[in-house]
């Protein structure tokens, strides 16, 4: 199984960008599915996931970014808003299947500045 991410790059304050992480390989089932992020010197931290089409979302990114699954394509989103220089980081996608497995993807990178 891979995941594959892209859609990162350079935007401005208040722009937007769409991220995309595309599975491939046999998957049984997946339990859910999620975006991370590590800016430099940070923890990496989890900014929205989807079980099932049920999206939860860090306070952080809550009412700006938007997390949504494409099934068919196998295909996760996270269209993201009104960024902010804090964005600024290393995005990753991650994906825990049916026996509890996680996998990531390679990590794409997204920088907010003027």
């Known amino acids: 199984v891979q995941l594959q991410a892209s859609g990162g790059g350079l935007v401005q304050p208040g722009g937007s960008l769409r991220l995309s992480c595309a599975a491939s390989g046999s998957i ?3 339990n859910g ?3 991370f992020r590590q800016a430099p010197g940070k923890e990496r931290e989890l900014l929205a996931n989807i079980t099932s089409f049920t999206p939860h979302y ?4 809550e009412g700006r ?6 099934a068919a394509k196998k295909t996760l989103y996270l269209q993201m808003d009104s960024l902010k220089p804090e964005d600024t980081a290393v995005y990753y996608c991650n994906m825990c299947t049916g026996s509890g497995t996680q996998y990531w993807g390679q990590g794409t990178l997204v920088t907010v500045s003027s």
Do not use: A, C, E, N
């Open 28 to 30: 049984r089932r997946i």
């Open 33 to 35: 599915m999620g975006w």
């Open 58 to 61: 860090s306070h952080s990114v």
């Open 65 to 70: 970014f938007s997390i949504s699954r494409d």
